[in-house]
């Protein structure tokens, strides 16, 4: 019924419904951040661009273009919707934990570790990642070795917590993909972090 459908924006989510008013549903929601991207919904018959979060448009047939967007309540699509909702994996939480230098956490990311824990107790978390990364003060050698050790130090730290060693994957950037972006050899202390993804 649906010959395209393109998404113009990659965070987009579309929920989609068969069967309502003899056609198929389809309703441009935020993603977990709040922002809203866009998407064309189109047949041999014609097209519509949603832009605007919580418009819908109705395609009832191959042969008709699908109806102009019109926007919907939050109760309307939680109700239409529940079942799917009721589904869809939580959005993962993120934390960031800084470090003094080498691998010495701040004293205010220590205090982080506990809220990792239920995080990943109450999501029964399986799918962890922890991502090391450095300031861009040494050689690229240097940070990528000091990134992967951060990383596998706070790996450690959940472990020793009682968390699944097979359930935490370890990646490391050293000083490329800063947090705050600055010039070479620049001792910038947001940077020098570690990243923790629980899914």
């Known amino acids: ?16 419904i068969s069967g309502c008013a003899g056609g198929t549903m389809v309703v441009l929601t935020p993603n977990p951040d709040g922002k809203t991207g866009s998407i064309t919904v189109s047949n041999q018959a014609g097209g519509v661009d949603i832009k605007s979060p919580y418009n819908a ?10 109806n102009p967007p019109s926007e919907l309540s939050r109760d309307t699509i939680n109700t239409i919707f529940s079942e799917a909702l009721s589904i869809e994996p939580k959005p993962p939480v993120h934390f960031i934990l800084y470090f003094e230098k080498d691998l010495l ?19 029964s978390s399986t799918d962890i990642s922890v991502i090391g990364h450095t ?17 596998n130090s ?46």
């Open 1 to 16: 019924m649906l010959n395209r459908l393109r998404i113009a924006t990659l965070f987009v989510l579309i929920l989609v």
């Open 57 to 66: 448009t109705t395609v009832k047939n191959s042969t008709e273009s699908p």
């Open 105 to 123: 956490l701040t004293s205010d990311s220590v205090k982080l570790l506990p809220e990792i824990l239920i995080a990943i107790k109450e999501r």
């Open 135 to 151: 300031d861009t003060v040494g050689s690229r050698e240097y940070n990528m070795a000091l990134s992967i050790n951060r990383a």
């Open 154 to 199: 706070v790996r450690d730290l959940l472990v020793t917590k009682g968390v699944n060693l097979n359930h935490i994957k370890t990646t490391s950037h050293g000083k490329e993909n800063p947090l705050i972006k600055t010039e070479d050899n620049v001792n910038e202390p947001r940077n020098r972090r570690v990243e923790v993804v629980v899914r």
